[in-house]
C-alpha cells in the first residue's frame, strides 16, 4: 500500500524510547510507474479492473477462508495489498520492498538461507550481515506478544513463527529483532531499534517475486505502529490520490506529530477494539443516498487502505444499490466479469447522488469519484459489492480525504482534501 523512500544520513531513535517523532513519507500505488509491479502494456482499464479482482481477493484474508475456485482470480499478492513500501533492515542497512498492509501485523521479509522460498527478483536479507540482527528467545516477550502464531523449539530455545493468508500464501520463519529505517519526506530518516521482524525462511503462495515480503500496519502488539508507539503517540495519518489522478502523484502516509488531523471540515468516529486487533473498527450507523437514508444493521465496519471496494452485507448492499440506481436516469450495462453489478456506459452522462456515509459522531460526504470507478473504456461501475463475509471500508471511499488513527484517544479523523497536493 505504501511506499517509503529511504534516504541517507539517518539519525538514531531507540524504539523503546519516548522520543517524539513527526514525519511524513510519499505512498506509491502498485500501479503507479514508480511500482516495480507497473506494467506499460496495461491500460488504465486493465489496472483498474485488476484492481478490482485483487479488492475481491482481500475478504477472504480478512475471515480466514481459503479463496473459492469459483472467484475472480487474477495475480494477487499475499492478501491483495495495493501500495508499497521501501525499508530498510538491518546494520548496514539493507533495502527491501514489501507489501504494507493495515490488515496484519508482522514485519517479515525473505531470508537467507531460503530452505523453500518463492522467486524474488532482488537479493535476500542476510541476518548473518546484520550486526544488529538478534533471533528471540521463547520467553521474550517478542515471542509471546506473537500468541498462537508463534512456536518454540525445545533444542535451541528459539522463536519461530507461522503466517498463513486467505489466499493459501504462508510464510514461516524465525522471530528477530533488528534495525528498521524508515525514509521520510523531509530528507531525514528514522532508524528504530529492536523492532520485531519476521525472517522468513520457508515462503510460497501467489507473492509477486517484485517484493521480498509484508509490512504489517494493523493494530496488533507487533505491527510497525504498535513499535512505533510513544514516539509517534499512537498517531498516523494517510492521504490517498484518487486512482484516476496523473500516476505520478504520489500519496502521502504521516506518523506522529505531522498526522494529527484538524481544521474545518474534521470530523471524528470511536475506533472500535475488539478481540482481534490487528483490525480497525468503526461503527456504521446508517449510509444516505441523497435525501433517502438505509439503516445500517450490524454496526461495525473494518476501514482498511488495503481494500479498494467498499463491502456491504448483501441484503443492505441491495437496498443501497436500489436507492442508489433509482437515482440515476441512465441504462444499467452487465459488468461481463460479473464482479460488480451496478455498472453503465462510460459515454453516459450520470447524475451521481450524493452518498453520505454516517459513522457514529462523523458524517463523510462523498464525491462522485469515491462511488464509480471506471473499470475498462466503456464501462462505469459502483465502487461498492454485497459481500457476506465482512464489511469493509475501502480506500476508493477514502481517496481525497486526509484520514488519521488516533490509536491512543481510540477515533479515527475524516477531513476533505485535495491528495495530490499535499
Known amino acids: 500500500l505504501l511506499a517509503l523512500s529511504v534516504l541517507s544520513s539517518p539519525f538514531l531513535l531507540n524504539a523503546n524510547a519516548h ?50 475456485v469459483n472467484s475472480p482470480q487474477t495475480e494477487i499478492t499475499s492478501d491483495g495489498g495495493e501500495y508499497l513500501m521501501n525499508i530498510s533492515l538491518g546494520t ?10 493495515t490488515g496484519s501485523d508482522l514485519l517479515w521479509t525473505q531470508c537467507k538461507p531460503c530452505d523453500d522460498c518463492y522467486t524474488q527478483d532482488g537479493p535476500l536479507f542476510d541476518p548473518k550481515a546484520s550486526s544488529t540482527y538478534k533471533d528471540v528467545s521463547c520467553s521474550s516477550r517478542q515471542c509471546t506478544a ?43 530518516p528514522v532508524q528504530l531499534k529492536n523492532i520485531v521482524i519476521g525472517c522468513g525462511h520457508n515462503n510460497a503462495g501467489t507473492f509477486s517475486k517484485k517484493g521480498s515480503g509484508i509490512i504489517g500496519l494493523g493494530g496488533g502488539s507487533v505491527s510497525l505502529i504498535s513499535q512505533l508507539g510513544d514516539s509517534i503517540d499512537g498517531k498516523f495519518s494517510y492521504c490517498l490520490v484518487p486512482l484516476s489522478s496523473d500516476n505520478d502523484k504520489t500519496s502521502k502516509i ?10 474545518n471540515g474534521t470530523v471524528s468516529t ?55 440506481a433509482s437515482s440515476i436516469d441512465a441504462e444499467k450495462i452487465n459488468d461481463p466479469q460479473n464482479v460488480l453489478s451496478l455498472c453503465y456506459s462510460a459515454t453516459a452522462k450520470l447524475n451521481v447522488p450524493v452518498i453520505t456515509m454516517h459513522f457514529d459522531g462523523a458524517d463523510v460526504k462523498l464525491d462522485s469519484s469515491n462511488a464509480f470507478i471506471q473499470i475498462s473504456e466503456d464501462l462505469v461501475c459502483f465502487a461498492f459489492r454485497g459481500d457476506d463475509q465482512l464489511a469493509i471500508y475501502g480506500n476508493i471511499a477514502q481517496m481525497n480525504f486526509l484520514v488519521g488513527y488516533d490509536t491512543v484517544s481510540k477515533t479515527v479523523s475524516f477531513k476533505p482534501a485535495d491528495c495530490a497536493k499535499m
Not at 92 to 101: G, K, L, N, S
Not at 254 to 263: D, H, L, P, R
Open 146 to 188: 506473537l500468541e498462537n502464531q508463534a512456536t518454540c523449539s525445545t533444542e535451541d530455545n528459539t522463536c519461530s513463527y507461522t503466517l498463513s493468508y486467505g489466499d493459501k500464501s504462508y510464510t514461516k520463519g524465525n522471530v528477530a529483532a533488528d534495525t528498521v529505517t524508515l525514509g521520510s519526506t523531509d530528507n531525514r
Open 270 to 324: 470511536p475506533l472500535i477494539t475488539k478481540s482481534q486487533a490487528t483490525f480497525y473498527y468503526l461503527t456504521l450507523e446508517s449510509v444516505s443516498v441523497g435525501s433517502k437514508s438505509i439503516k445500517y444493521p450490524s454496526g461495525n465496519i473494518i476501514i482498511d487502505s488495503g481494500t479498494t471496494l467498499t463491502m456491504f452485507a448483501t441484503d443492505f448492499y441491495s437496498e443501497l444499490e436500489d436507492a442508489v
Open 19 to 68: 522520543t517524539k517523532l513527526g514525519f511524513s513519507a510519499d505512498l506509491i500505488h502498485r500501479d503507479s510507474p514508480k511500482s516495480p509491479f507497473y506494467n506499460p502494456t496495461e491500460t488504465s482499464a486493465q489496472r483498474l479492473r485488476n484492481v478490482v479482482h485483487r479488492s475481491v481477493n482481500r475478504v477472504v484474508h480478512f475471515n480466514g477462508k481459503d479463496a473459492s
Open 92 to 101: 548496514p542497512p539493507f533495502p527491501i520492498m514489501a507489501i504494507a498492509d
Open 254 to 263: 504521516n506518523f506522529g506529530t505531522n498526522a494529527v488531523v484538524s481544521g
